[in-house]
């Protein structure tokens, strides 16, 4: 959209932006703060600034925040889709100073102070990119149709609709060898997503399947956990480690350490030299950063991520901020962790910092994240929880787990379906959204 | 699959039935029952055959039972489609005679008597064909692209995407004529499904969606329900369907009778000669049978439907029997409607003769429907009950709408959380289900 005559590159375009509809208002006088992407960082930010005597946009190419820690949830049919995503306009229906875009954001022109989507484009005086990470494939992306990721709805539901397939296959197949290689699910990358996907498989496996089925025995399936690291967890204590290790293999997991994936195909893939025939491949090995880091031509990490400065803008443009998942920051020495707490304390960093300058004040103070805890869960009533001094697994773990899950999550519709649905599994290990839904056919 | 050498035909293929896999029993003695579709006809006539001594098999292409009076609140973000879908192994999981095949019917073979899945078949004593129904465009299935029917859970949520992308698209619209096509909503037939949808769509558009937008006024939405037929809901007494017109009007839907459809192209609509620029038309004018009557080769009705004998039996073949939507039924020279109940007595009516007859007596007792009541809801507390002698409108045929779709909405887990639904959405009028989800690019 063109925003004003003299911008010469949107010149041509015949659509204008939303707010430059009341054509009528003078030409703005508040500040513009323009936050790309409403996950935990983006969300958090806006939500920090619904005071702010400013103008404040999010923009974001779904309509739905998603609570991601809770995807696999639904990539394992334990809850729907709509149970752990809220409309982003419906959270932030009360902040009168905030408009929601729905619109996938193509560059930034620096020079300009822009927000490009396509032939539209969005001015701020304040900028923050919180736009997440994808998988990466290390080099391999080939590999992404055999053994898809986890990181949006439409993730989950390939791989709900691919697990459950491939059980219905195995009914009516009558060779043993397809029937194994049908029953077969690998998951490669031991971290908390690789660890809690291994755990439902298993339960739906082991558990809740087994009276469903007449030809096959589902508690025959195989569960293959691979990490390439020397143990699994690697940003949790050893010793919590060893014992999730411990409860995965009670629970039917087969945990393999030190074992990288060397290659994936359409039948398996190779682990330590050995060929495994496995229908289900699950990637949860590792993050790429969005290309948040091109639009900026910035600096990046191995992992694309945009290395900030200690206030967390970016060099060179003290207007602009990357957060969360996008941006490369390290404390002590350490890269801080991509997780929900570290984007949602940068959110809240950033806002203030923003307000502080909209205020005529020039703040120093640089970013500094602090750990409250980690937390993961292995299956139905086990998690581990290291809050640093106090390190915990087992029934108690689940419970905080649980809670503080239930707490974060948006929306108080949502908690109590989430809430029940976990009750009825817990106590009934059933399932509630085993649904598998065809995609129709682009036409 | 073949099932033994001298089926000729599908001799050459490599894959065999499920149940010939136990290749070490001797040939079955048991009577085979085959149920081809698992909707409210082919379940209640697996389930009524739950003691038989028989071998039952129930094909359905979805592995999930779909309770489809409620689709329409999937498609309005209401519910989440696994709330009103369960599977179909799950619901018949203690059924140790009857085994369920995820597959689609291609044909059937009367003459050796099999169900043809593709390269499989399956071989019957009794075959019951509960196929169901699909929309009918009368003769321009070229408008189905542009004005999509409610049947399946992807009809449900692509529906809910345009529905939610086109106040999206509109809130950065400006261009107030294309503004107003977005926020045009014509519902094509005013049957249940119709007047449901327009009023469910006029709840989002007054009432739950408010708050959300920035530059657009929701309650601005034109809904328009249209009816070719001199009065809308034609199947329930004309006093109901005055008062159900009235309340549709009172809550912002404009509702045209006696007006066909003329033309339906990209940008609307011709009714009664005037055209409405539209960009959202959805379907519910007519329902045309599965293609169930060309597999049998039978006599079928305009619809498509199968004119079965009095005991539902395919004319010429008294072990092959239609029910449902998929069966031309008269009774007192009225046909029976495409409704839920008379599937069900059917499918029990089906159930009991074949155990008749497996028992070695001949039954004579014609099909005959018992018709306990007619309902449809019309808005967040407004129902319309036709019991016969007993008619009503208003808050308290609601509740006994209400009682009558949870009960038969099946698995007490669905239950709960759609009851729970609905009183959030009562109190507070937002829909939980607000979720755009992107389909995955074709690769």
Redesign the interface.
Known sequence: ?KETQETATTASTT??T?DT?NEQNPPAVLPRIVIVGAGFGGLKTAQALSRANARVTVIDR???HLFQPLLYWVAT?GL????I?S?I??IL??QKNT?V???EVTGIDLAQQRVLMGE?AVSYDYLVLATGAHDNYFGHPEWE?YAPGLKT??DA??IRRQI?LAF?AA????DPQKIRSLLTFVLVGAGPTGVEMSGAIAELAHKALT?????IDTKSSRILLVEAAPRILATFPESLARKSKRKLERMGVEVREGSPVEQVDEHGVVVGGEYIEAHNIIWSAGVSASPAGKWLGADVDRAGRVKVESDLSVPGYPNVFVIGDTASVTQKGKPLPGVAPVAMQAGRYVASLILQRIAGKEPHKPFHYLNKGNLATVGRSYALVDLGKMRMTGFLAWVIWLVVHIFYLI?F??R??AL??WA?TYLTY?R?????????N??
Chains 1, 2 share one sequence.
Do not use: C, Y
Request: hydrophobic letters at 30%.
């Open positions: 959209m659509q204008t939303p509809r779904q309509n739905h049919a729907s889709p709509a149970d995503s409309p306009r419906s229906r009360r408009e875009v729905m619109a539209h149709k709805i439409v539901t390939s459950l219905e009914e009516v197949e009558t009276s469903d089925f007449r030809h929306g519709r949502n109590i379906i029940f649905q009825w059933h509630g959204a085993r649904l598998i839904t065809q995609e129709r682009p036409q």
